[in-house]
């Protein structure tokens, strides 16, 4: 008897243990808390406690995303916000964070019942109840179907009367994206006349100073950008095409852990190089061209963005190389410049433009080398690849930058970006991605290495 129940109890662990989102990134199973998509369930929760701190004068409702083809057109992934507050990556999930509910029923999470059928095609899942209650660490756990009348329970007429508003985690009324205005409507049906505000304000403020689980994924996706970038720098050459250099990419992408890209892959050559966000990746290499390889691999949900520019032919001419050089200057001058507490993506943009400014090189009409450098010099990494914060106040400790300097010259097709990601501490940046090479000698050293060995 006492063996049949441990069987069961066995059984049952491994089910749960296999569901839809609760294995999906899972390398391993340390001991303590459960781990949500590589982070630890208590920083989820955190997550939602300082939303319901910051927002006192409303409640917070949330829709996840849906799988509308059963996986057939497309994988599903979790909205960026729905993921950041649950850790939840099951489709049609829905989340109320209640300040006013008292212990216990603050935080309300929505799924969808479990079905036997839409599981024979994307697999076991797991549903409201008490395993849900464990995994996700919330208060309460309801059926996605319950969403509407509890939300009408919660906000009784009274509540709105005085003013309580229910705060939005993604775009409303003004939205662009049907499902947030469909969802709007669906809300004010539960509660007439309710005020809404923007929570979203409050959530890029979170999502902006990345917790030390989530610098371990970035780093993690930064290491496997670097693995892509290796491989292809040892193939690149006259005759390949951009679009086996991609392929290169994404292999190295899922052999490593990747679930997917963090944006389409640019593998621009020759002229190509010159187009910021060129990813058509269908040309033929040229020798003499310069290739510009700006890719990120999405670990976990978090994005690296790394770029890199190679010789075509294994070695710069006088010409590329004083370029490289130059944007390399200027990316160093840019990192070297920052000052905790102080500088700004701005600044950091500023230093960078003047000291190409400076340079005695020219181009076109004799025109200094900045007038070449046509973006900004960098951005937020994290859930998205173009992450949420503020460019003009100083960057935060904890916050993941890119500095990302171009020089782009169509006229002589030589197009050069090199981008680094960096991690603001309270003594300066940290490059992430110091380990994958960018000195113009070791690009020449280590593609020469990379062709003899295959
Ligand atoms: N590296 C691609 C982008 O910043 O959009």
Same mark, same amino acid.
């Given at each position: 008897m006492k063996f049949k129940r441990l069987s069961a109890l066995l059984l049952c662990l491994l089910f749960v243990g296999s569901m839809v989102g609760v294995v999906a990134h899972e390398t391993s199973r340390p001991a303590g808390p459960p781990m949500l998509a590589n982070q630890p369930q208590p920083d989820f929760k955190m997550r939602r406690e300082r939303l319901m701190a910051?927002?006192?004068?409303?409640? /917070? *409702?949330? !829709?996840?995303? /849906?799988?509308? @083809?059963?996986?057939? #057109?497309?994988?599903?992934?979790? %909205?960026?916000?729905?993921?950041? $507050?649950?850790? /939840?990556?099951?489709?049609?999930?829905?989340?109320?964070l209640n300040p006013f509910g008292g212990p216990g029923a603050k935080?309300?999470?929505?799924?969808?019942?479990?079905?036997?059928?839409t599981e024979r095609w994307t697999g076991p899942q797991i549903g409201p109840g008490d395993d849900a209650l464990k995994l996700f660490g919330v208060d309460k756990t309801l059926p996605s179907t319950d969403f509407q009348a509890t939300l009408a329970e919660i906000c009784p007429t009274e509540a709105v009367k005085k003013g309580r508003k229910i705060y939005l985690v993604e775009a409303g009324e003004a939205s662009p994206v049907l499902r947030d205005r469909n969802f709007v409507e669906?809300?004010?049906? @539960?509660?007439?006349? /309710?005020?809404?505000?923007?929570?979203?304000?409050?959530?890029?403020?979170?999502?902006?100073? =990345? %917790?030390?689980?989530?610098?371990? +994924?970035?780093?993690?996706?930064?290491d496997i950008t670097g693995e892509a970038q290796r491989d292809v720098r040892g193939v690149i050459g006259a005759g390949r095409y951009e679009y086996e250099l991609e392929g290169l990419i994404l292999g190295a992408f899922y052999r490593n852990g990747a679930e997917r890209v963090g944006f389409p892959c640019i593998v621009g050559s020759g002229f190509n190089a010159t187009t910021l966000h060129y990813n058509k990746n269908r040309?033929?290499?040229? &020798?003499?061209?310069? *290739?510009? *390889?700006?890719?990120? &691999?999405?670990?976990?949900?978090? %994005?690296?963005?790394?770029?890199?520019?190679?010789?075509?032919?294994? =070695?710069?001419? &006088?010409?590329?190389?004083?370029?490289? !050089? $130059?944007?390399l200057d200027a990316q160093e001058a840019?990192? =070297?410049?920052?000052?905790?507490g102080v500088s700004k993506m701005s600044d950091l943009n500023f230093t960078a433009r003047d000291f190409m400014?400076? #340079?005695? +090189?020219?181009?076109?009409?004799?025109?200094?080398?900045?007038?070449?450098? +046509?973006?900004?010099?960098?951005h937020f990494i994290g859930l998205n690849v173009h992450d949420v914060g503020d460019y003009g106040s100083p960057l935060p400790v904890g916050s993941v930058i890119t500095i990302e300097p171009g020089i782009y010259i169509p006229e002589e097709n030589i197009g050069v970006r090199i981008e680094d990601d960096y991690l603001v501490t309270e003594k300066?940046? *940290?490059? $992430? #991605?110091?380990?994958?090479?960018?000195?113009?000698?070791?690009i020449e050293r280590l593609m020469a290495e990379g062709k003899k060995g295959r």
């Open positions: 910051a927002l006192p004068d409303g409640i /917070v *409702v949330a !829709q996840g995303g /849906v799988e509308e @083809s059963l996986g057939v #057109s497309d994988k599903f992934f979790q %909205t960026e916000n729905f993921f950041y $507050l649950t850790g /939840v990556e099951i489709p049609g999930a829905f989340l109320i935080s309300i999470l929505f799924l969808p019942r479990r079905n036997p059928m669906q809300i004010r049906k @539960s509660v007439p006349d /309710v005020a809404f505000g923007d929570a979203r304000p409050n959530i890029n403020e979170l999502r902006r100073i =990345k %917790t030390d689980g989530e610098i371990a +994924l970035l780093q993690k996706a930064i040309k033929r290499i040229d &020798a003499g061209d310069m *290739v510009v *390889v700006d890719i990120g &691999a999405q670990y976990s949900g978090y %994005t690296a963005d790394i770029t890199r520019t190679y010789p075509a032919s294994g =070695k710069f001419t &006088a010409r590329q190389r004083e370029i490289y !050089q $130059l944007v840019a990192a =070297k410049s920052f000052k905790p400014k400076a #340079s005695p +090189l020219r181009a076109g009409n004799n025109l200094t080398l900045d007038n070449f450098f +046509l973006h900004g010099l960098g300066g940046l *940290v490059k $992430l #991605s110091r380990n994958i090479a960018f000195l113009p000698d070791d």
